[in-house]
């Protein structure tokens, strides 16, 4: 199917526009590499390697050391990774990744037929779902990878549960493909507008693979199912600490926090989250039931620290997660013209929109759309 002529997915939240520059991020927190990072394409459930762990790949730069990051804005397509920087997500210091030739890269010898793609999760979040697309007959490697080259293969749906509850996918190579071909895979989160990006080089050769045919089996005689039960007795287990406690975007007045949820002999109900000054004490903010919370109101330039415990039913509290250090944004208070939603911005220019100063995060052309102001893959708060 043309990526054009697809029908159009949906998502709990907007994805379109809506973004999180992770080089920023990263340099805000005054990190290294994230130690909180997601996933890629490969392991011992995979019949596919992906690009930047795939044996005899060498040049790959700061990605051999953090192959999980490759993450950006969802709902590629029309968002997500521009032209040219597709393989790398966006990430300047992954760039590496975006050499593109006929020869540049090892590949995935296979035939046309169903493959199984595993994934290894160092942070398996709750997941919409994920689409796989292939290069469409024709393409050029010898150019960079453009989002026009590609075309939607299987989309593999998911029930917002954690992505490691379905870590392999069966995805179907087409007969009609053959020789050089990439493989983009686009693992899209479900309580965050972000998306990880992965591509496979693959040369495809041969006969379409047909699975074994099994010879039908008798049914056997059903027997009683005996339902689940809850362990007698009072609740006094609590749930497991939280873990991958991160930020997705930092402004000078807000930080939105993410983190992998927490396992229960019962069922968690909730995370209890917390948050101090440099040198404060810690004060409970909010407490949700999903594994995300933007945390607003706050002061620029000031270095906050967050934690989250979880708790279930009985009222058991976990164990904190690890303690992350956040510095919100400098504020600024430059002069700007209005913005415009039909205009013409480059990456850089500031404009004033609801009392509020925006910098286009990247260069655009608006096509009318109010909405497109409050998309941080466009606009970021600046004062």
């Known amino acids: 199917m043309d990526i054009a002529s697809r029908p159009q997915h949906r998502h709990r939240r907007p994805r379109a526009l809506v973004a999180l520059a ?26 596919l390697t992906a690009r930047q762990v795939m044996p005899g790949n060498t040049g ?23 032209d040219g920087k597709i393989a790398s997500a966006g990430v300047a210091q992954f760039s590496e990744l975006d050499a593109q030739s006929s020869t540049r890269w090892v590949k995935n010898q296979i035939t046309p037929g169903p493959h199984k793609f595993g994934w290894t999760y160092t942070a398996p979040h709750n997941t919409d779902q994920w689409r796989y697309y292939i290069t469409k007959n024709g393409w050029n490697p010898n150019e960079p990878l ?12 998911h029930d917002h549960s954690a992505a490691n509850t ?21 693992w899209e989160v479900w309580d965050t507008a972000n998306a990880f990006y992965n591509v ?6 041969g006969s379409a693979t047909t699975p074994p045919t099994t010879p039908p089996t008798a049914t056997p005689t059903p027997t009683p199912t005996v339902p689940p039960t809850t362990p007698p007795g009072p609740d006094t287990q609590a ?4 873990t991958g406690l991160h930020t997705m975007s930092v402004t000078a007045s807000g930080v939105d926090l993410m983190w992998t949820a927490s396992t229960d002999d019962r069922a968690v109900a909730g995370y209890r989250v917390e948050r101090a000054t440099a040198t404060g004490a810690f004060a409970q ?49 430059p002069t700007a013209p209005a913005w415009n939603p039909s205009g013409a911005y480059t990456k850089g220019d500031r404009v004033s929109h609801g009392g509020v100063v925006y910098e286009a995060v990247q260069t655009h052309q608006g096509v009318g759309d109010p909405s497109w102001i409050t998309a941080r893959s466009l606009w970021n708060p600046v004062g």
């Open 22 to 47: 992770v080089a920023t991020a990263l340099a805000t927190l005054g990190v290294a590499a994230p130690a909180f990072a997601h996933g890629w394409i490969g392991g011992s459930a995979s019949e």
């Open 200 to 205: 496979v080089d693959v040369n495809i050769s």
């Open 285 to 333: 903010i909010a407490q949700v039931t999903g594994t995300s919370r933007a945390d607003s109101g706050l002061a620029a330039s000031t270095a906050y620290r967050y934690r989250v415990a979880a708790v279930d039913a009985a009222g058991n509290v976990s164990a904190y997660s690890s303690v992350l250090q956040v510095t919100t944004l400098a504020a600024t208070t």
């Open 60 to 82: 790959l730069g700061a990605i051999q050391y953090e192959p999980q990051s490759l993450e950006a804005p969802g709902g590629f397509p029309e968002t997500g990774p521009v």
């Open 146 to 157: 453009k989002r026009s080259s590609f075309e939607l293969l299987q989309v593999v749906t």
């Open 166 to 186: 379905k870590p392999v996918h069966t995805i179907t190579v087409p007969s009609d493909h053959t020789g050089y071909h990439v493989i983009l895979a686009v």
């Open 239 to 242: 749930p497991t600490a939280p």
